[in-house]
Antibody
């Protein structure tokens, strides 16, 4: 059973870069046709998708965050990572990593997130 | 980023039926349906269904999902106290090349 675990600093200073890692256990990050995704949730608010990465390194990012986001994958460590630059207080949130997979039917693919990490709280403050 | 629209809250009595809606457009919900997630306070989201009414193992049969045009729906029958949570719909938007979430619906069981 695949499990995900986020890790990284819980406190980041404004204008600095937030860096988080998601470790995949119970299975290989390279097995299957999965994407690996980051999502965040400010306190009391809804979910916001940050981006996804395939094990080939191919990425898609939220257009509203694209200029500040970089995602990478390290298959040797079974990990994928998030970097968010020039952070402000608005980036304070619980950050989740998740497995994103596709269901094929008809002439379209439906994507969904079936495995989630427990989340890690990141606070941006001086 | 354009998202999916959900009513902020739904309140129903114990053992009643609640129907949650999720409105998108032809680039997301209308094209592939929606996935539904449940989130209890302080916990990560949990997948309830995908592509309209495919349920992962272990998900209660009291939950059923459907789609009509650009609107997806999640119906919870026989409401129980443990159903009290936030519910989010989600889908890939082919126009944005981005994943979008609904605004979320808080379900209260009276």
């Amino acid at each position: 059973q695949v499990q995900l675990q986020e890790s990284g600093p819980g406190l980041v200073k404004p204008s600095q870069t937030l860096s988080l890692t998601c470790t995949v256990s119970g299975g290989s990050i390279s097995s299957g046709s999965y994407y690996w995704s980051w999502i965040r949730q400010p306190a009391g608010k809804g979910l916001e998708w940050i981006g996804r990465i395939y094990t080939s390194g191919s990425t898609n990012y939220n257009p509203s965050l694209k200029s500040r986001v970089t995602m990478s994958v390290d298959t040797s460590k079974n990990q994928f990572s998030l970097k968010l630059s020039s952070v402000t207080a608005a980036d304070t949130a619980v950050y989740y990593c998740a497995r994103l997979r596709a269901h094929y039917g008809g002439n379209s693919r439906a994507y969904y997130m079936d495995v989630w990490g427990k989340g890690t709280t990141v606070t941006v403050s001086s | 980023q354009a998202g999916l629209t959900q009513p902020p809250s739904v309140s129903k009595g114990l053992r009643q039926t609640a129907t949650l809606t999720c409105t998108g457009n032809s680039n997301n919900v209308g094209n592939q349906g929606a996935a539904w997630l449940q989130q209890h306070q302080g916990h990560p989201p949990k997948l309830l269904s995908y592509r309209n009414n495919n349920r992962p193992s272990g998900i209660s049969e009291r939950l059923s999902a459907s789609r009509s045009g650009n609107t997806a729906s999640l119906t919870i029958t026989g409401l129980q106290p443990e159903d009290e949570a936030d519910y989010y719909c989600s889908a890939w938007d082919s126009s944005l090349s981005a994943y979008v979430f609904g605004t979320g619906t808080k379900v209260t069981v009276l």
